[in-house]
Every structure is written in C-alpha cells, then in structure tokens.
C-alpha cells in the first residue's frame, strides 16, 4: 500500500487560512469516509485533530476543518496561529483493511 | 487520567526478537480497539498492526506480516506487539493508539502513548 501524497511544506501568516491536500486512490480515501488527520510537534506523540473526514474530537478548536472530493482529502486551518505550526498527517483506511498515513505537511506560520 | 504508556524498546541485532507493551489507564480498555503505529528517525508515520477489543480481528502491515504478533490481555489493561525477525528498517519509534470510535475502519486514533524507541543494528 503506497503512502497517501501530501505537499511537503506549506506556510501561512498569523490569521490567513492555509489546506492541505491529501491525495489517494478509490481504494482508500476515495473508497471510503474514513480520513483523519493528525498534528505532531517535534518530539511529540500525534494528535487527533480530524476523523472520518471532518469530524472534530472534543477540544479541538474549530478552526480546523477537514474535507473530501473524489480521492482527495483536505484540511484547512483558519486563523493560522503560532501553536499551529507543526507536521500534520492525513491517514485512510484501505480496501486491504489497513490504514495508510500521507507522507507528512510541515506547516511553517510565518 | 486517560493514558497509554509503551515498554520494551531498545537495542537489538538484526534478526532478533523484542516484545513491547502498553499499558492502559484510565479508560475502559477491554473496550475499544488498538493499534501500534511506528515513526522511523526522521520519518512519517507508518501503520503497523490492529487488534479489535475481543481479540477476534487482527490486521497487520504487509512489511511486518509473519514477523510480527499483535496480542492484547484485558484482564491486565494491555496491549503487547511480538517483534521477530527483526530488520534495520524496523528501527523507529514505536506508539500505541486506541481507536475511539465503534466503527471497524474508522481509524480515529485518539489517545496515543509516548513511544518506545526500538533500534535495530550490528
């Protein structure tokens, strides 16, 4: 199973909105509704941030949102702070009943 | 407090055999589903292994299938990942996660432990 494809870098001022694709095939976040995405700051364990497509956990801000067309995911932050910068991650579930991360998104807030 | 706390990792030559494990805090273990969830130096992460509540489904990575066993004891609130036959690209941080929702799939990996390093090398 091949790593879902997520931009290397992306960047953004304090308070801009920035997203962050997450792009697969029909066999995994095409196929189905069960996308997340995680943050991890350096030397930290991830975060969940966003479940089965866009479905925040408690406590995480509203801010951020996520998103699903064809076989690509997306999450977007609005209001970029300086805690946001961070590696964030998408991950699907399979057709091979097994999960598959993206390659990682370094988030820089400028 | 709702915890997960992995053990076991280290330093081991090629080829040899490991045993991790995560103890769980603070929630109703024998509830939920778990995973073990790896993150080479550097690298992103990778999904390793899931074991569903009752033990009665377990899914594996093709790159650790046959070498590695996911196992888990309720009794104990815990969760175990048998490691044989151990490669250098197995080296990395080795987590826990619970699966928070009831839906086979999902994958929403909520509380995550700390990790363990496990390094393998001559």
């Known amino acids: 199973q091949s790593a879902l494809t997520q931009p290397a870098s992306v960047s953004g001022s304090p308070g801009q909105s920035i997203t962050i694709s997450c792009t697969g095939t029909?066999?995994?976040?095409?196929?189905?509704?069960?996308v997340s995405w995680y943050q991890q700051h350096p030397g930290k364990a991830p975060k969940l941030m966003i479940y089965?497509?866009?479905n925040r956990p408690s406590g995480v801000p509203d801010r951020f949102s996520g998103s699903k067309s064809g076989n690509t995911a997306s999450l977007t932050i609005s209001g970029l702070q300086a805690e946001d910068e961070a590696d964030y991650y998408c991950?699907?579930?399979?057709?091979?009943?097994?999960?598959?991360f993206g390659g990682g998104t370094k988030l820089t807030v400028l | 407090e709702v915890q997960l706390v992995e053990s076991g990792g280290g330093l081991v030559q090629p080829g040899g055999s490991l045993r991790l494990s995560c103890a769980a805090s603070?929630?109703?273990?024998?509830?939920?589903?778990m995973n073990w969830v790896r993150q080479a130096p550097g690298k992103g992460l990778e999904w390793v292994s899931y074991?569903?509540?009752?033990?009665?489904?377990?899914y594996y990575a093709d790159s650790v299938k046959g070498r590695f066993t996911i196992s888990r004891d309720n009794a104990k609130n815990s969760l175990y990942l048998q490691m044989n036959s151990l490669r250098d690209e197995d080296t990395a941080v080795y987590y826990c996660?619970?699966?928070?929702?009831?839906?086979?799939?999902?994958?929403?990996?909520?509380?995550w432990g700390q990790g363990t390093m496990v390094t393998v090398s001559s």
């Open positions: 074991i569903s509540s009752s033990s009665s489904t377990i």
């Open positions: 029909s066999s995994d976040v095409g196929g189905y509704n069960y």
């Open positions: 996660a619970r699966d928070f929702s009831m839906i086979v799939g999902s994958g929403a990996f909520d509380i």
């Open positions: 089965e497509v866009s």
């Open positions: 991950s699907s579930y399979t057709s091979s009943s097994s999960w598959v």
């Open positions: 603070g929630f109703t273990f024998s509830s939920y589903s």
